[in-house]
């Protein structure tokens, strides 16, 4: 045997082999081993005369009256000593328990096997024991975490050890990149496959058609298992694995109308309590035919824009999308039991019937010399057009994505990210997209400026009104400001306006700290001097 090959001679060594690709064959493994156990034998007569000798006895003067009591009998002394014994030991003893019925299987069997195989302490969130017949036939058993790992993502993607390969009970492998989806990487488990080949390499094995089966039948039966988890459970399963359901639906399309189920989300319909899709759609208004949602970085900034003020007060619910991926994975799900998703934030929106339409369109006709001065004057290098809006209350204007351009939640998200390149021509199109500027007519200060636009269209204060009008919708609606500087400049002025203060009125300046500073050391270096005199002349009186 070749040097470096000794390790397999050891005891360890060949037991790890043994439990790692042959703990669940149908033959006992046996495996010489010694061990060391302590045990008690009697102590010879040698010794007992010498520890007799070793003895002192006392006897007590005042004890010689009382009644001695009865002693027992004198048992044998014993002494404990170890021993090494060798014997045959065996190392499989763990039974395949996917082999048997679910029927015979208790919980706490699925338990026990369930921290063998992953080695951790808790007990699994969900799992699942099936066989699959058809064109394989083979038999698993899945389990889902109860936590995640911390790092998960950091390895998102990457070949994953957590579903382990048996070819009639023969361990295979653990390093399939493909025997689960990347977004399922958390499940644990095993499958055992008697139509796949035992005498091939692993490599060769990794190509097989059958492994394909495999997968689709695997992820459809997972589905199945999360599906079925009860709402408690499903509270801690979501807090865990939200992200990775909603990258499912964005890379996985054959089963997105699967996933689509299993989201959940925050909605204007309760604080705390998260909503799925199924139960948004049963609570929908009966001429309803949009399913609602806006984005954003948190509920506090979703609850209060000017996106979901009308809807709001008339009642209906919002889906509020608060995670970084969520505008991704609604976006890629087109839509859910014959409703189509609308993003309130872009262009498209709409609630009203007929008679509202009508409405609309007196507005847009009223507020037409407004919209036009709006577009081709004031603000005509910064929006696309200006238009009546449908879906202000409070606010006076908004800021509107086109249907297929970015919201200001998606501009934040594409200008955040660490590792887009430095000049993206896709990010800079998007980014560098004009806006539709939304009124709302039943506001005072849209009433105002309509007045003075229809007076004089040249009126340097309304023009100024404008700006600012444009660049405070800007900011409710979410996005960023490009002249920050000129923005500060005219809240200033409209400050000094209200307060009565000058505009041509400047700071006060500072005073010179550096010429102050030597013009007091010159005044200290001749009163030292002048000083210096008057001692002189004293010491020659």
Not at 22 to 41: D, H
């Amino acid at each position: 045997m070749k040097e470096e090959a000794y390790d397999f001679l050891e005891q360890d060594t060949v037991r790890t082999l043994i439990l790692k690709y042959s703990q669940f064959i149908n033959f006992s493994i046996y495996l010489w081993n010694s061990k060391t156990e302590t045990v008690e034998e009697p102590v010879e007569e040698e010794e007992k005369d010498e520890s007799a000798d070793g003895e002192d006895k006392i006897v007590d003067e005042d004890e010689e009256g009382k009644v001695e009591e009865e002693k027992d009998e004198d048992k044998p002394k014993t002494k404990k000593v170890e021993k090494t014994t060798w014997d045959w030991d065996l190392v499989n003893d763990s039974k395949p328990i996917w082999t048997r019925k679910p029927a015979e299987i208790e919980d706490a069997e699925y338990d026990q096997f369930y921290k063998s195989l992953t080695k951790e302490h808790d007990t699994p969130l969900s799992k699942i024991h099936f066989v699959a017949e058809g064109e394989v036939t083979f038999k698993s058993l899945l389990f889902v975490p109860r936590a995640q790992p911390q790092d998960h993502f950091n390895r998102y993607g990457k070949k994953n050890e957590n579903i382990k390969l048996y070819v009639r009970r023969v361990f295979i492998t653990d390093d399939f990149q493909d025997m689960m989806p990347s977004y399922l990487s958390f499940i644990r488990g095993v499958v055992d496959s008697d139509d796949l080949p035992l005498n091939v390499s692993r490599e060769t094995l990794q190509q097989h058609k059958l492994l394909k089966v495999i997968k689709k039948k695997l992820v459809r039966k997972t589905l199945d298992m999360i599906k079925k988890i009860n709402d408690k459970d499903y509270e801690n399963f979501w807090k865990e694995y939200s992200t990775n359901i909603k990258l499912g639906l964005i890379e996985d399309s054959v089963n997105r109308s699967r996933l689509a189920k299993l989201l959940r989300f925050q909605s204007s319909n309760s604080k705390d309590a998260f909503t799925s899709l199924a139960g948004y759609v049963e609570r929908m208004k009966p001429k309803q035919e949009h399913v609602y949602y806006i984005a954003g970085a948190s509920r506090e900034e979703v609850e209060t824009s000017p996106f979901v003020e009308k809807l709001l007060r008339k009642g209906y619910e919002v889906l509020y999308l608060i995670e970084a991926v969520d505008e991704y994975c609604v976006n890629s799900l087109p839509e859910f039991e014959g409703k189509k998703f609308q993003n309130v934030a872009k262009e498209g929106f709409t609630i009203g019937d007929s008679k509202s339409k009508e409405v609309l369109d007196k507005l847009n006709e009223r507020f037409e010399p407004l919209t036009k001065w709006l577009e081709e004057n004031a603000l005509k290098d910064k929006i696309q057009k200006a238009k009546v809006s449908e879906r202000l209350s409070d606010s006076p204007c908004a800021l509107v994505a086109g249907m297929f351009g970015w919201t200001a939640n998606m501009e934040r998200l594409a200008v955040s990210n660490a590792h887009s390149k430095t000049h993206d021509s896709q990010k800079d199109f998007y980014l560098n997209q004009k806006k539709t500027l939304e009124i709302n007519p039943r506001h005072p200060l849209i009433k105002e400026l309509l007045n003075r636009v229809e007076t004089d269209k040249n009126d340097e204060t309304a023009k100024k009104m404008a700006q600012v009008l444009f660049e405070t919708a800007t900011l409710r609606s979410g996005y960023m400001l490009k002249d920050t500087v000129g923005f500060a400049e005219r809240i200033e002025t409209m400050m000094r306006q209200t307060l009565g203060i000058s505009l041509d009125e400047k700071a006060d300046e500072e005073p010179d700290l550096e010429e102050s500073a030597e013009t007091t050391g010159e005044n200290a270096e001749d009163f030292s001097a002048e000083d210096e005199n008057e001692e002189i002349g004293r010491a020659h009186v």
